[in-house]
């Protein structure tokens, strides 16, 4: 036994052969309480003794309270992220915690969670098959569990944080080629989605931006549009919602083309509301079903898939439509700093290191242009 003062505790080797510590936390009604840890191993047990420790000394309070991981994150959902998040966001940690953080270690006390039980969870998540960006998320979200248990005094440390995250290999969208636009802006001809995939090419618009867009977001005379809303599943339910970010919030000149194409649209929904009758659901919204409800999704893009085949170009997803216009602005020379406000990005790191690649293009031809300039005469 390796004994300390009351303040500083006691390490011990049980007869079971686990390695046990203990703490002295105070008074309660006359008697003496204890806070015990038990591990695997000396280091370990000495670790959560050390939190302990540290937190008495700056005068936290060393946690008593019995509570798994799953009952500290449920509690955490319900209590803390529910009533501070957007719903879609709550839905997301929800089933983080659920799916993947409960099943695998939500048997185990908070108090003796340890870097050696996460590093389990996310190397379990790779092994079986799951993305480094799905592993990784489970991470952080615990890692935001488990520092609001540091707030409240229920933990010394956030073990999630000492835990090196998934590597993560970014890989490169693929954007349409000037050539390879123009192909596809041709098969749209006539097509009811025309001006829905002209509006993401030419804006480089979210998916759900584009289908959250009403008409009261468009001034066809002034030539400009305005990203106020997107659309969303939620609760099972499609749903107008508040822009991914504040920046996401924006208005954006309109190119004639998608003007064009826009009024084309208007002349064809009509059409459709008349053909509808009473079966007619007004929503408001631009891009909507021969009847007037939302657009869905994965409709967007089955038809997308329909049209790349027609004129024999490779499937992409409809979010490259978005990164198509983003390398289309820069190879034109447009600052990257409209480009960010264009697509609504919070920051202007973020378009530089997405569309470094098309980068590297332009300065090479700004290069070429201050050489042909120096060179002359």
């Known amino acids: 036994m390796s004994k300390r003062g009351p303040n500083e505790g006691s390490i011990y080797l049980r007869k079971d052969g686990r390695w046990a510590a203990s703490i002295e936390i105070g008074f309660e009604n006359g008697i003496?309480?204890?806070?015990?840890?038990?591990?695997?191993?000396?280091?370990?047990?000495?670790?959560?003794?050390?939190?302990?420790?540290?937190?008495k000394s700056q005068g936290m309070p060393?946690?008593?309270?019995?509570?798994?991981v799953a009952q500290f994150f449920n509690d955490w959902l319900e209590n803390t992220k529910k009533p501070s998040v957007r719903q879609r966001t709550y839905e997301s940690y929800e089933s983080v915690v659920r799916l993947h953080i409960v099943?695998?270690?939500?048997?185990?006390?908070?108090?003796?969670?340890?870097?050696?039980?996460?590093?389990?969870?996310?190397?379990?998540?790779?092994q079986s098959g799951q993305s480094p960006t799905t592993a990784l998320y489970v991470k952080r979200v615990l890692g935001m569990g488990l520092k609001h248990a540091m707030m409240w005094g229920e933990l010394g440390r956030n073990v999630a944080t000492l835990v090196p995250s998934p590597k993560i290999e970014r890989e490169e969208v693929r954007a349409l080629s000037p050539e390879e636009t123009r192909q596809f802006l041709a098969v749209l001809k006539g097509d009811r989605t025309e001006a829905l995939f002209v509006v993401a090419t030419s804006l480089g618009l979210r998916l759900g931006e584009v289908l959250g867009l009403s008409w009261d977001d468009v001034?066809?005379?002034?030539?400009?549009?305005?990203?106020?809303?997107?659309l969303q599943r939620i609760g099972g339910k499609l749903v107008r919602t508040e822009p991914k970010t504040r920046r996401s919030r924006r208005t954006i000149g309109l190119p004639s083309i998608a003007v064009d194409a826009l009024r084309e649209h208007r002349i064809r929904q009509f059409e459709e509301r008349l053909i509808a009758g009473e079966r007619w659901v007004d929503t408001g919204l631009i891009f909507t079903t021969t009847i007037g409800t939302p657009f869905e999704q994965r409709n967007v893009r089955r038809h997308l898939d329909q049209l790349l085949d027609r004129v024999g170009l490779p499937h992409i997803n409809p979010h490259a439509l978005r990164h198509t216009a983003a390398s289309l602005l820069l190879a034109q020379g447009v600052h990257p700093r409209v480009i960010m406000e264009t697509l609504g990005h919070s920051q202007i790191s973020t378009t530089m290191n997405l569309y470094?690649?098309?980068?590297?293009e332009v300065q090479r031809e700004a290069a070429e242009s201050m050489d042909r300039i120096l060179r002359s005469g």
């Open 103 to 126: 099943p695998a270690i939500g048997h185990i006390q908070l108090a003796n969670l340890t870097p050696q039980d996460v590093t389990r969870l996310i190397n379990k998540k790779l």
């Open 356 to 360: 470094a690649h098309v980068m590297g």
């Open 219 to 230: 001034d066809l005379e002034g030539q400009k549009l305005s990203v106020r809303k997107q």
């Open 62 to 68: 060393v946690s008593v309270k019995r509570q798994t």
């Open 32 to 55: 003496r309480r204890r806070k015990h840890y038990l591990g695997r191993t000396r280091r370990e047990v000495q670790e959560k003794l050390n939190e302990a420790v540290s937190a």
